[in-house]
């Protein structure tokens, strides 16, 4: 295994298994389960796969002949299949994120509302176009199970998959027998947080131990009928690629064409899950009965990915398959072709507009224009007509080629220009937007402006994790605002359609003017936050603080190393940030006490149900 991923671990478990039957040997549970994040979404393509051998789901039919109550602002939405939501075609904005992951707080309530958040979005693409990775589709497979089966999509799960295969480390927030046996997390200075709580569960909800998840990953051997039957599996592990420029998407899994691999005679098919704090990464090798699983807290899915495929090569080679991985290489030219010359222009990304120009016709340089900090990368021409990644100073001919080899190269489809990195469509090329004057002033008076979350339940992560958003605008990009195309004063789109993840998780923004005060609504993702304007002075005269299903923020300016005392009454949340946004206190942390130094500068939230009050001892 590569130390260098290791090290970057606080903590880490990884199972491989190989042929076993029966599975109830794994029925013991290890010590901690941790989320694994998006690997939830294999449990979610199972149930309903389950159903289909079952005859009582088509997964040609409509999403709608299943949910009847599932509407969108969007026409569009009932030519969405049941097929289209597992391999990320369904044309869907991408995440309802508002309230999905929280605090030691288990509750109903992002199921409850999520079907009437669905109903006020657009789509972004006509279903079946292209693969996007999309979490909504499975929080809808969640509720297809259920509608089906007439039991919770948790209780299915305990029947119908991790009692059979005898998982007992595997549950969700409604049947873990203690939430408090999730593994830790660390967020700063060896300081653990409450346990995390996951709402989607078909999404990204599902807590396992390693060896569970390896045992899971078993039932798609070839020839296993534990849980699918074989024609169920294959039709899961083929290539349901949509588009040339999209990802390698199987049902429910993320890759299933490893280009090493399939040179050796062997199919490989993979899943990754990350949550705020804890990663996943299932492998399975089907013929030769192989499913490795690795899990961690900290770290990322990639860090997992990385671990998990070097035990796949050591298992591999143990059956007498020795697996290589060459690397790409690329030797690069000192001049553009002209026929490149007319890609220059601004592109957009999901959060983003970017500058892309040919400097003296030496290189590619894309500058970000519409982020928190201003980026900027360089590409050389190459003798195989791509272009790839370099730093140092190409004009001066100090150059080299960075590494790992980042590819890119163009393409036109159905009348759009994107780049196409490493195969897969990037960013798409805008054309100026037609915006009235008056639109852009309103928009670049908010440049550099930060929105706060507020309106979430007090237990939401997202206010350790996505406190605030800032707007920005810029003179090379008008009529952009972040990576949307202004559309009034109050309103712009994000227009970003590249055939590929690159759209992921997109939305549009309303500025919304209440009670004297802006806020900004994400629309798609359910996210709303209040100008810095309106945010006042965090000032000694403050003693309690009053919640009723609110947000409080406060500006904390040149207090000189105060100390408070905090005794909170109710359901109630305290977060301290300093000015950089670095997180010093939540009342979230495990055995930190009440007592909190406050920074000089920086900000204080208070989030609470109604009723609940935070007294501030100074």
Partial sequence: MKKTVLKSLMFLAAAVLFAISPLSAFAEGDA????????SKMYAVTAVMQLADEGKVDLDASVCEYIDDFTMADERYKDITVRMLMDHTSGLMGSVYADAERFGNVSTDYHDNFLKVLSGERLKADPGTYNCYCNDGFTLLEIITERVSGMSFSEYLEKNITQKIGAGSTCTIFTAKDMNDQAPYFIKDGVTMAPECLQLVGAGGVMSAA????????????????????????????NHKANEYSSDYGLGWDSVLYTDYENEGVKVVTKGGDTSFQHAFLAV???????VAVVCSNGSSGDCMDVALELMDIALEEKGIAVSHPKRTRQTVDTVPESYLKHAGIYGYSTGVAKLSFPENKLLMIETLTDDSRQCVQYMYTTDGDFVNVTGDVLSGNAIVSTP?????????DGKVF????DIAGLQKYEEPTVSDAAVSAWEARNGRSYFLAGSNYSDIAYITLPKISLHTDPEARGFVNGCVIADEDHAVNMLSAPSDISRDITDFEII????????????NGYLFISEENIGDFTKDITEVTLNNETEWYKLNGLMNETITLDIEGNAMVSVFDKYGDLKYSSFMNDYGNTVPLPNDGMIVFAGEAGSTVKILR
């Fill in 405 to 413: 080899l980042d590819v890119v190269t163009f393409a036109e489809e």
């Fill in 32 to 39: 901690h389960y941790l989320n694994i994040g998006s690997v």
């Fill in 513 to 524: 003017h209440e009670n004297g005060c802006e806020y900004l609504s994400c629309t798609d």
């Fill in 211 to 238: 060896r569970d998840v390896a045992g899971f990953g078993s039932t798609f051997f070839t020839g296993d009928k534990t849980l699918l039957s074989e024609s169920a599996k294959r039709m899961m592990s083929e």
């Fill in 285 to 291: 090798a089907p013929e030769e009965k192989i499913s």
């Fill in 419 to 422: 780049i196409v990195e490493n």
